[in-house]
């Protein structure tokens, strides 16, 4: 038996703020009290000036996923590290069923990935890209059995992964029944493939077109179509990525109605704007993501959503791809898009600085509070994907997933000390105040300061429950 406490630290959860100890034993948060008396044999961790925060849950990331000729830059290996070092103690990533694997036997190789690779806790969404009777049997066995009992359906990318209403609405209408969700990525993908086309024509191929030809009134649509699809099937749905103002009011309308709506945000979507696309420099490759950049207004809209509760949580949708071709050996990135900007892959980091760019822009700037803070990185994610009370929360009985974070420490953002294996991050030179001092996974110190103590291999799939439900 292994006991650690935590003490003279500051205990925040989405919900509480007050100092007491926090006594560990082995794996789980066993006492919470003030001044607990503890024997020798209990290892002293001091948080003095600290936060005490549960460790961040981010639902939406992209290790080791292959979308076309391109693979993202982050192995379950590096990326969990990353993630591990911003604050980030579970992530819930991708297994794919592509043509021709079924969705069990997808969410078993994601599981070898993981079990090889996670440095921290993890579980899977499965993406959805074909509907049929075997498809929905193995959907519901996998909510019931495998612990994976939410889907990810594209309504964009047509030839690739996009599915068809139809295709949707038979999903939601079974997971619905069975407690699980379905997460859309919503943008009209046919009207999209039709302006890359348009504009590829007329000769547009630098990375800006990508965004002019995502507009965020076809992000607005698909989400108001997702929605009715959810309504007639009676089931949660959940939006990926939102970015668009157009978008939100719909999701604003749908829960004002008591639709179980649910969406989450991007700090990409809360740090920059479309203005970044003001050149034909191929370097804009770096702001190329699904859904683009958006206006200010978008912006606004989305900060005050997240204060609102509109909007309920913030995951990064860490999808890396480097802008150095051959960066570590690595092939088929950023710059495949050189000369044709819907060949650029679609996707930016951001697992290591959630948390940071958060704390700093959100709850120094008074956008949101300290709960809030937490509940939007942590507790919201894993109450809706069905890892609360394990994950999400400091209390006797959790999984002892600590984070200890100085709130006045400054620091610079910078590629080179991320410890993931992107060549670039969008926060570069970003001076934040805020920075994770130690993380602790299931009892274990996996980071001190600069220092990894972890173990690669060292995070476990977790098995959750109903998504969707809270
Ligand atoms: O650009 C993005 N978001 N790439 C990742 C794949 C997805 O759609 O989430
Ligand atoms: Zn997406
Ligand atoms: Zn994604």
Same mark, same amino acid.
Request: hydrophobic fraction near 40%; include cysteine; charge should be negative.
């Given at each position: 038996?292994?006991?650690?406490?935590?003490?003279?630290?500051?205990?925040?959860?989405?919900?509480?703020?007050?100092?007491?100890?926090?006594?560990?034993?082995? @794996?789980?948060?066993?006492?919470?009290?003030?001044?607990?008396?503890? !024997?020798?044999?209990?290892?002293?961790?001091?948080? $003095? !000036?600290?936060?005490?925060?549960?460790?961040?849950?981010?639902?939406?990331?992209?290790?080791?996923?292959?979308?076309?000729?391109?693979?993202?830059?982050?192995?379950?290996?590096?990326?969990?590290?990353?993630?591990?070092?911003?604050?980030?103690?579970?992530?819930?990533?991708?297994?794919?069923?592509?043509?021709?694997?079924?969705?069990?036997?997808?969410?078993?190789?994601?599981?070898?990935?993981?079990?090889?690779?996670?440095?921290?806790?993890?579980?899977?969404? &499965?993406?959805?890209? =074909?509907?049929?009777?075997?498809?929905?049997?193995?959907?519901?066995?996998?909510?019931?059995?495998?612990?994976?009992?939410?889907?990810?359906?594209?309504?964009?990318?047509?030839? #690739?992964?996009?599915? @068809?209403?139809?295709?949707?609405?038979?999903? /939601?209408?079974?997971?619905?029944?069975?407690?699980? /969700?379905?997460?859309?990525?919503?943008?009209?993908?046919?009207?999209? @493939?039709?302006?890359?086309?348009?504009?590829?024509?007329?000769?547009?191929?630098?990375?800006?077109?990508?965004?002019?030809?995502?507009?965020?009134?076809?992000?607005?649509?698909?989400?108001?179509?997702?929605?009715?699809?959810?309504?007639?099937?009676?089931?949660?749905?959940?939006? &990926?990525?939102?970015?668009?103002?157009?978008?939100?009011?719909?999701?604003?309308?749908?829960? @004002?109605? !008591?639709?179980?709506?649910?969406?989450?945000?991007?700090?990409?979507?809360?740090?920059?704007?479309? #203005?970044?696309?003001?050149?034909?420099?191929?370097?804009?490759?770096?702001?190329?993501?699904?859904?683009?950049?958006?206006?200010?207004?978008?912006? $606004?809209?989305?900060?005050?959503?997240?204060?609102?509760?509109?909007?309920?949580?913030?995951? %990064?949708?860490?999808?890396?791809?480097?802008?150095?071709?051959?960066?570590?050996?690595?092939?088929?990135? $950023?710059?495949?898009?050189?000369?044709?900007?819907?060949?650029?892959?679609?996707?930016?980091?951001?697992?290591?600085?959630?948390?940071?760019?958060?704390?700093? =822009?959100?709850?120094?700037?008074? $956008?949101?509070?300290?709960?809030?803070?937490?509940?939007? %990185? #942590?507790?919201?994610?894993?109450?809706?994907?069905?890892?609360?009370?394990?994950?999400?929360?400091?209390?006797?009985?959790?999984?002892?997933?600590?984070?200890?974070?100085?709130?006045?420490?400054?620091?610079?953002?910078?590629?080179?000390?991320?410890?993931?294996?992107?060549?670039? %991050?969008?926060?570069?030179?970003?001076?934040?105040?805020?920075?994770?001092?130690?993380?602790?996974?299931?009892?274990?110190?996996?980071?001190?300061?600069?220092?990894?103590?972890?173990?690669? !291999?060292? *995070?476990?799939?977790?098995?959750?429950?109903?998504? *969707?439900?809270?």
């Amino acid at each position: 038996m292994t006991r650690k406490i935590i003490q003279n630290g500051r205990i925040v959860t989405s919900v509480d703020d007050y100092f007491a100890d926090i006594l560990i034993v082995d @794996d789980q948060i066993a006492a919470i009290g003030r001044n607990l008396v503890v !024997g020798t044999d209990t290892q002293v961790i001091d948080a $003095k !000036g600290l936060l005490v925060l549960p460790g961040g849950v981010d639902c939406h990331t992209h290790m080791d996923n292959t979308f076309g000729d391109s693979t993202t830059c982050d192995s379950f290996e590096s990326g969990t590290r990353s993630a591990a070092f911003g604050g980030t103690t579970t992530i819930v990533d991708f297994a794919f069923q592509r043509q021709g694997v079924g969705v069990l036997e997808a969410i078993e190789r994601a599981r070898i990935k993981g079990a090889a690779g996670a440095c921290i806790d993890y579980g899977f969404h &499965v993406i959805v890209t =074909g509907v049929n009777a075997q498809v929905l049997a193995d959907m519901q066995h996998a909510i019931r059995h495998e612990g994976v009992s939410s889907f990810k359906m594209f309504m964009a990318y047509p030839g #690739s992964v996009m599915v @068809d209403d139809a295709a949707i609405f038979q999903a /939601m209408r079974m997971v619905g029944q069975h407690g699980g /969700m379905i997460a859309l990525h919503a943008e009209n993908g046919t009207i999209i @493939d039709l302006l890359i086309k348009e504009a590829l024509a007329q000769g547009h191929t630098a990375p800006k077109y990508h965004a002019l030809t995502r507009p965020a009134i076809m992000e607005g649509e698909a989400t108001h179509r997702g929605i009715k699809l959810a309504e007639l099937a009676e089931a949660p749905v959940y939006f &990926v990525h939102l970015s668009a103002k157009e978008a939100l009011k719909h999701v604003v309308e749908a829960r @004002d109605m !008591g639709v179980p709506v649910f969406a989450e945000t991007c700090p990409h979507y809360l740090f920059f704007d479309e #203005s970044v696309y003001d050149s034909d420099d191929f370097d804009l490759a770096r702001y190329v993501m699904s859904p683009p950049l958006r206006s200010k207004e978008s912006q $606004k809209a989305l900060w005050t959503a997240l204060r609102t509760d509109d909007l309920q949580l913030v995951s %990064t949708d860490h999808c890396p791809f480097c802008m150095k071709e051959g960066h570590l050996g690595l092939v088929n990135q $950023k710059p495949l898009g050189r000369n044709d900007f819907s060949k650029i892959p679609n996707g930016v980091p951001g697992v290591e600085t959630r948390m940071a760019t958060l704390y700093d =822009g959100g709850v120094r700037s008074e $956008k949101i509070s300290l709960n809030r803070f937490v509940e939007l %990185t #942590s507790t919201a994610p894993a109450k809706l994907f069905g890892l609360f009370p394990q994950k999400g929360t400091i209390a006797v009985g959790s999984d002892a997933d600590i984070v200890l974070f100085d709130p006045g420490e400054q620091h610079v953002i910078s590629a080179k000390n991320q410890h993931g294996n992107c060549d670039f %991050t969008l926060f570069e030179g970003r001076n934040v105040t805020g920075k994770v001092k130690k993380v602790l996974l299931r009892g274990e110190l996996i980071v001190d300061a600069d220092q990894w103590l972890g173990k690669v !291999g060292g *995070g476990r799939f977790v098995s959750r429950g109903e998504s *969707g439900g809270w």
